[in-house]
């Protein structure tokens, strides 16, 4: 079985600083990995995903991750935190099954954007 | 907007009462999925439905159930109400049924008094 682990519930970064939210993954075949991000009072929306082409991918709003087989992770970046940031960040793996599909998401973490 | 739309939006109700819950994938989307976000469980995936048949399961209890229509939307039944059913509930659907990528509707939170 799959399973996803976010180091940091939450995170504070400052207006324009770098934005490192961080993701390991367990899987015992090769897996696929996005990243969603949830406003307040909002569902899930599809920052990027991973399906075993480049390991470098790019999102929207600026946002890109990187997939590591080596260290078994999926981490999330920003260069430059903008106040609309503010959100709650999920991990997720989901891995080809004949029975069906499923996402396995982390437990969140929570930005805190300051001005 | 995401093309997936949930209906209600908030729902309160009472232990032990019944409610239900619908979705509407995106156009041309055969898959739907069923998820709860509460607290302590953080998202767990309930069930998915493809083109009117179930294909997976997660953890669901015994009195929720689901179903899909011909039309592909797809409804989520809960029963006998418990505090702990306080959650919100996201549809999500996909094209296929394997590893395409879900797109989630705006959820029905559920309060259960």
């Known amino acids: 079985a799959q399973s996803v682990t976010q180091l940091g519930s939450h995170v504070s970064v400052s207006e324009g600083a770098l934005v490192l939210l961080r993701c390991n993954y367990s899987?015992?075949?090769?897996?696929?990995l996005f990243w969603y991000v949830q406003y307040p009072n909002q569902g899930l929306q599809l920052l990027l995903k991973y399906t075993s082409a480049a390991t470098l991918v790019k999102g929207i709003n600026g946002f890109e991750a990187e997939f590591k087989k080596s260290e078994t992770s999926f981490h999330l970046t920003k260069p430059s935190a903008h106040m609309s940031d503010a959100a709650e960040y999920f991990c997720?793996?989901?891995?080809?099954?004949?029975?069906?599909?499923?996402?396995?998401f982390g437990g969140g973490t929570r930005v805190l954007v300051k001005p | 907007d995401s093309g997936v739309t949930q209906t209600p939006k908030h729902l309160i109700t009472a232990t032990g009462q019944r409610v239900t819950l619908r979705c509407s994938p995106r156009?041309?989307?055969?898959?739907v999925y069923w998820y709860q976000q509460s607290l302590d469980q953080g998202l767990q995936f309930l069930i998915q439905?493809?083109?009117?048949?179930?294909?997976a399961k997660g953890n669901i209890l015994e009195r929720f159930s689901a179903q899909q229509f011909p039309d592909l939307h797809s409804e989520l039944n809960l029963s006998s109400l418990e505090l702990g059913d306080s959650a919100l509930y996201f549809c999500?659907?996909?094209?296929?049924?394997?590893?395409?990528?879900?797109?989630f509707g705006p959820g029905t939170r559920l309060t259960v008094l």
């Open positions: 156009s041309g989307d055969l898959s």
């Open positions: 999500a659907s996909s094209e296929g049924r394997n590893t395409d990528t879900q797109y």
């Open positions: 997720a793996v989901s891995v080809f099954k004949a029975a069906g599909n499923k996402l396995t």
């Open positions: 899987s015992s075949v090769p897996p696929y």
């Open positions: 439905y493809y083109n009117g048949e179930e294909r």
